[in-house]
């Protein structure tokens, strides 16, 4: 069988780029730790480390075996705690991943099933698509919500299931939008501030193909990779902005946002919400209640 300790001080030694560093990580002398990666070595059949100066650097075999022994001990340092968490019945972690282009308050309604959970500990990480995905290969995170699915790639063994598609709705403050103003929109977005999604948003292209058809260029005022917050700027008077309508239910519901008015509807445009998952999400209780048919 493969010796995990050996692994672990190979390991060590890849993460700190050389022996003497891991020798200091892990108080042991250098001499132990290259003689157990020997034995690490001598027993998988290939060489794994070789010098580059004061360091030492992965060969090609050496990159497979790190790239699995970072799973292994990612999962281990988890152990800790979930085992705490079963022994007392008390924390329930779920581990969530936004990417950047998706409307945050979107994502708080797709949650919104499973946070009266008792003992529920919420981690929300927010950032871009590709990170994501790779730390969700890693089983950091349980699920990631995106505006678009993964891409087909076997080695991450990812699956996607698309779980929202919410019409898209223009909103602003009560001292742009009135009654005129509505009554002619679209065209009275060309008169009006525009806040609009980055590039980051996978709405963006959408929106964009939008405006061109109805023979629209408004003046763009802001560009916002969190709707939340593109919100928060129209609500000081800022422009009028887009959003799903899975999103837009929560306006009301925030502090400083609640003088937001309807300025008219996207009509064909509709926002995507992706739901993504590692086979370990496929275990996980609170993914699986969210991922229920039906909700």
Known sequence: ?????????FWVVAKEGGFARAAARLDMAIQTIST???????????QLLKSAGRTVVLTEAGQAAFARAETIFQLGQAIPDEVRAAAGGARVRLAVGMSDGLS????????APVLATPGLHLVCHDGEFEPLLADLALHRLDLVLAGQSAPHNPSLRLTSERVAVSPVEWYGPATLVHK??????????QRLPVLMPTGHSALRPALERWLEAEGLRP???????????M?????????VFPIGRLGSDGLGHL???????RLGTCEG???????????????????????EPGR
């Not at 069988?1 to 001080?9: E, F, T």
């Not at 945050?104 to 949650?111: F, I, R, S, V």
């Not at 502090?255 to 008015?261: I, N, Q, S």
């Open 1 to 9: 069988m493969l010796n995990y300790r050996h692994l672990y001080y």
């Open 36 to 46: 157990q990666v020997r034995e690490l070595e001598q027993a998988l059949g290939h």
């Open 104 to 111: 945050k308050l979107a994502a708080q309604t797709l949650l």
């Open 180 to 189: 005129a103003q509505v009554d002619d929109f679209p065209r009275s977005l």
């Open 219 to 229: 003046a763009v005022a802001g560009e916002f990779e969190d709707s939340a917050l």
């Open 231 to 239: 919100a928060v700027f129209a609500a000081s008077g800022m422009g």
């Open 255 to 261: 502090p400083g946002l609640r003088g937001l008015r």
């Open 269 to 291: 445009v509709n926002e995507e919400v992706h739901a993504i998952r590692s086979r370990r999400g496929l275990q996980h209780p609170l993914v699986a209640r969210l991922m």
